[in-house]
């Protein structure tokens, strides 16, 4: 089983950044599919973006594409979010989890697991 960390929340004013981490231990993220998720207070959890560890491709939410970059770390099994831009309604506990493909695309959470336990991210107006 696969243990995720989650770090770099926060609280940041509208139109702010911020750079969240996913860390995994031993080699954990090697043929897998690495993903970011927002639970926003009393909703579901969204899909924001992923990235396939093999080869770095990415997808993303409509909202965050443009904004967010999803990025890997090879040295440090790490997988960066910087989230540009932020606004209210980026509010919530971001989650990270992984999936053992890449395709086909999905931004379903059923499709991932092995979930970390998330950082907070508010947004001030």
């Known amino acids: 089983q696969v243990q995720l960390v989650e770090s770099g929340g926060g609280l940041v004013q509208a139109g702010g950044s911020l750079r969240l981490s996913c860390a995994a231990s031993?080699?954990?993220?090697?043929?897998?599919?690495v993903g970011w998720f927002r639970q926003a207070p009393g909703k579901e959890r969204d899909f924001v973006a992923a990235?396939?560890?093999?080869?770095?491709?990415?997808y993303y939410s409509a909202p965050a594409k443009g904004r967010f970059i999803i990025s890997r770390d090879d040295v440090e099994d790490t997988v960066h979010l910087q989230m540009n831009m932020l606004q209210p309604d980026d509010t919530g506990v971001y989650f990270c989890a992984v999936r053992d493909t890449f395709h086909p695309i999905s931004g379903d959470e059923s499709d991932f697991h092995s979930w970390g336990l998330g950082t907070q991210v508010t947004v001030s107006s």
């Open positions: 031993g080699r954990a993220f090697n043929g897998k599919t």
């Open positions: 990235v396939w560890w093999g080869d770095g491709a990415t």
